[in-house]
């Protein structure tokens, strides 16, 4: 009954459609390990199985064998016995004779019994031969799956590490262009330009102040000289 559940659970886990099932978890890494650790544990089971049929099995090999022993040395008996019988009939001895037979006869019946031993036995053999065979075709193909497992774990993790340092960058990006560095610095050149602006006005509107003031000067001259013009007149 144990060899038949480990069958069942070898073949069941062997049918395993593994990317149907990464599909439908929510967590595939876990899932993953958890299926890691099924094939495992069911691995260890499945040797545990093995051993323990293929020591049933030299068990009734050696009842076989024992059973074959005694079926041949039985044969030699019964044998035996009638060569005595005949030996002992031919001399005359009748009664002697009979009872040499009639051992033979329990001999052939004994050989009779342990050979049917041995038919039961060798039934037997086979039986548990085509278990052990199973037994070990499946854990071999398990040993396989576990390592196709344990390469699309290992794989799975790097490309999850991968798409969350992607996932990251993008969000950094992302919060990059919202940002904008340069709308500000657009606003603070426009500021500079303003301020700009003003130092060039106010540069034209000191040197309109200093022109008329020259000019002023100017004015105050010519009218010195008028006077002076003037007054030389008078005098001659």
């Not at 009664?95 to 033979?104: E, G, K, P, Y």
């Not at 657009?186 to 309109?208: P, T």
Request: aromatic letters at 2%; one cysteine or more; charged letters at 30%.
């Amino acid at each position: 009954m144990a060899q038949t559940t480990i069958l069942g659970r070898v073949g069941q886990l062997l049918r395993a459609n593994i990317n149907s099932m990464l599909d439908g978890a929510e967590d595939p890494e876990k899932m993953l390990d958890q299926l890691v650790r099924d094939f495992t544990n069911n691995m260890s089971d499945a040797q545990d199985a093995v051993a323990q049929t293929i020591g049933n099995l030299r068990m009734v090999e050696d009842d076989c064998k024992e059973a074959q022993d005694a079926a041949t040395d039985w044969g030699g008996k019964a044998a035996a016995a009638s060569k005595k019988a005949d030996e002992l009939r031919a001399a005359g001895n009748t009664s002697d004779a009979d009872r040499f037979d009639s051992l033979a006869k329990l001999a052939l019946g004994r050989q009779i019994s342990f050979e049917a031993q041995v038919k039961t036995f060798q039934t037997q053999i086979d039986q548990q031969s085509a278990t052990v065979d199973q037994l070990k075709d499946g854990l071999q193909k398990m040993t396989v799956r576990r390592d196709e497992l344990v390469q699309k774990r290992d794989e799975l993790v790097a490309r999850a590490k991968m798409a969350n340092a992607q996932t990251q960058v993008q969000k950094t990006l992302k919060n990059v262009s919202v940002m904008d560095p340069t709308s500000e610095l657009s606003q603070y050149e426009d500021k500079i330009r303003h301020q700009e602006a003003m130092a060039r006005g106010m540069a034209e509107v000191n040197a309109s102040s200093i022109d008329e003031q020259f000019a002023s000067l100017q004015g105050d001259e010519d009218k010195v000289e008028v006077d002076a013009r003037l007054a030389a007149l008078k005098a001659k």
